[in-house]
Antibody
Framework: EVQLLESGGGLVQSGGSLRLSCAASGFTFTSYAMSWVRQAPGKGLEWVSG????????YYADSVKGRFTISRDNSKNTLYLQMNSLRAEDTAVYYC????????????WGQGTMVTVSS | QSVLTQPPSVSAAPGQQVTISCSGS????????VSWYQHLPGTAPKLLIY???KRPSGIPDRFSGSKSGTSATLGITGLQTGDEADYYCGTWDSSLSAGVFGGGTKLTVL
């Protein structure tokens, strides 16, 4: 079964750091680009960051550029999001998502992990 | 303010049809493929349409997508109460070098 399982969310103070992980199974992980997408309380979906299958190309939303780092370990079938200098506006459910084609068509999503940044 | 513009809400009766629009620009919709997602509260979003008009396996043909210029449209026919959800369009923006979503449209099946 194709599956994505996020972990690492929690409560952190403003200015703090967290690292999210997303364990993938059921597909050839290295063949697909991956992304992180978030949804703040009462808000819509926001694309956060994406990474190519090899890990050689990374992309970021302006709102997180310079603070967040996306990476992947293809030997462990795991995607990461290192989040530094966290702000209250980063409070959201964070989803990892597998790309079907291109960069922004996501056919498989994790269940989401909640990140709460207290000010 | 989202890069892609969707109506906040649409509604229709069971059995009827509805369309949801997604308006962008030449740097996003006008330059790349559009995807559509269904999102129910507390669940992961579901891909309904990719590459403007293709349906993943398991998505019924009641759902359709189209694109013209810098706008895209999601169509849903034979509305069911289970279709009540938030719907989002998404694509790549070449000027931002980033993925972008619309603000979302809440579908109410009356």
């Amino acid at each position: 079964e194709v599956q994505l399982l996020e972990s690492g969310g929690g409560l952190v103070q403003s200015g703090g750091s967290l690292r999210l992980s997303c364990a993938a199974s059921g597909f050839t992980f290295t063949s697909y680009a991956m992304s992180w997408v978030r949804q703040a309380p009462g808000k819509g979906l926001e694309w956060v960051s994406g990474i190519s299958g090899s890990g050689g190309s990374t992309y970021y939303a302006d709102s997180v550029k310079g603070r967040f780092t996306i990476s992947r370990d293809n030997s462990k079938n795991t995607l990461y999001l290192q989040m530094n200098s966290l702000r209250a506006e980063d409070t959201a459910v964070y989803y990892c998502a597998k790309t079907l084609v291109g960069i922004v068509s996501f056919d498989i999503w994790g269940q989401g992990t909640m990140v709460t940044v207290s000010s | 303010q989202s890069v892609l513009t969707q109506p906040p809400s649409v509604s229709a009766a069971p059995g009827q049809q509805v369309t949801i629009s997604c308006s962008g620009s030449t740097s996003n919709i006008g330059n790349d493929y559009v995807s559509w997602y269904q999102h129910l509260p507390g669940t992961a979003p579901k891909l309904l349409i990719y590459d403007n008009n293709k349906r993943p396996s398991g998505i019924p043909d009641r759902f359709s997508g189209s694109k013209s210029g810098t706008s895209a449209t999601l169509g849903i026919t034979g509305l069911q109460t289970g279709d009540e959800a938030d719907y989002y369009c998404g694509t790549w923006d070449s000027s931002l070098s980033a993925g972008v979503f619309g603000g979302g449209t809440k579908l109410t099946v009356l």
